[in-house]
């Protein structure tokens, strides 16, 4: 008997390196759920993928929402053995002028919805006895980087969270890590090194090997963590940066 296809969610998949993981996972028969807030982009990306490819809408800051959306997704597809938090948003401003408000909805996003998602996804995992929960970092988690306070504090609590699911979860057959992209090819890091040219000379300089990687870099990382190739390895923050995090 031929063993089931594994079923994953991968938030933000309608775009950048969301959409990126889902073409790896399609390409290697995971069947993949891509889940955005723009119901036009998410389609669009799907019928551009595979026939194992599946959008649905949610606003992962809908927090009401999400225990719904899970058990629909659950019920739909009978088990969910992969989530990818991979949706998230940036904000470029000096710290003094950052508002709570600014703060607050970076927070909601890139924490209070990974930690809402994981937890109802989790339930389902638990049943089953295994399952793979992969976060999606940032450098800016492991060295200061300026004008992005609320994305530094943000990526820095997922990587905390990621240790903490790792061992509370580890004995339910579960594993989570983070992947930490360095300066990837994306619309976001684009126009962020675009509007910077001394941060730009700056990231160039500190990365080994002297390029941007591209979201294909981060794609295979989240095949390999997903896989049954890493099946030992849980609690990581994995860097995919070109060697920018240990850079001179």
């Not at 889902?22 to 990306?45: C, M, P, S, Y």
């Not at 992005?148 to 504090?153: G, N």
């Not at 994306?186 to 002297?210: E, I, W």
């Amino acid at each position: 008997m031929e063993p089931k296809r594994k079923i994953a969610i991968v938030t933000g998949g309608g775009s950048g390196l969301g959409n990126a993981i889902a073409r790896k996972f399609l390409q290697n028969d995971i069947e993949t759920i891509i889940v955005g807030r723009n119901a036009g982009k998410l389609q669009e990306a799907g019928e551009h993928l595979d026939r194992l490819c599946h959008a649905k809408v949610l606003d992962i800051t809908d927090f009401g929402a999400i225990p719904a959306f899970v058990d629909t997704v659950a019920e739909e597809f009978g088990r969910i053995d992969i989530l990818v938090n991979n949706a998230g948003i940036n904000m470029k401003k000096d710290f003094e002028t950052v508002t709570d408000e600014e703060f607050q909805k970076i927070m909601n996003t890139n924490v209070n919805a990974v930690f809402a998602l994981s937890r109802e996804v989790t339930k389902y995992m638990l049943q089953a006895g295994s399952g793979c929960i992969i976060n999606i970092s940032s450098m800016a988690a492991l060295y200061g980087l300026p004008k992005v306070i609320a994305y530094s504090a943000s990526k820095s609590a997922v990587d905390g969270m990621t240790r903490a699911m790792a061992v509370e979860l580890a004995p339910g057959g579960i594993r989570v890590n983070s992947i930490a992209p360095g300066f990837i090819y994306s619309d976001m890091t684009d126009k962020a090194l675009n509007s910077d040219p001394d941060r730009k000379a700056r990231v160039f300089a500190r990365t080994p090997m002297g390029k941007m990687g591209q979201p294909e870099d981060i794609a295979r990382a989240a095949l390999y963590l997903a896989s049954d190739a890493a099946e030992y390895v849980t609690g990581i923050t994995l860097p995919v940066d070109g060697g920018n995090s240990i850079g001179f």
